[in-house]
Nanobody
């Protein structure tokens, strides 16, 4: 079993930056794909970014060039560096993990086995 805990919530003005973290514990050695999702009020959940254990990444078009997903394997922590934030980036951000690779497929489908509780990002 894997536990995921997000941190880094905040409120920023447009153009600002935030870094989200997702600390993983448990059987993390078996997690070969991790990702970030977001959900704004009244909208469907959206896959923002995902990363495979081989370093392959996938981003939704609206964040390309602004967001960067990365993983520190020594700390078992997933990050999402968000620059150039826009009001439309506002939402609850969730971390997810799965035993199998497939960053693009899992980001688009949301097919992840483990999920965190979420952390709020507000851009005004």
């Amino acid at each position: 079993h894997v536990q995921l805990v997000e941190s880094g919530r905040g409120s920023v003005q447009g153009g600002g930056s935030l870094r989200l973290s997702c600390a993983a514990s448990g059987s993390t050695y078996s997690m070969n794909c991790m990702g970030w999702f977001r959900q704004a009020p009244g909208k469907e959940r959206e896959g923002v970014a995902a990363i495979d254990s081989d370093g392959s990444t996938s981003y939704t078009d609206s964040v390309k060039g602004r967001f960067t997903i990365s993983k520190d394997y020594a700390k078992n922590t997933l990050y999402l560096q968000m620059n150039g934030l826009k009001p439309e980036d506002t939402g609850m951000y969730y971390c997810a993990a799965d035993r199998f690779r497939g960053s693009r497929y899992r980001r688009v489908s949301g097919d992840f086995e483990y999920w965190g509780q979420g952390t709020q990002v507000t851009v005004s």
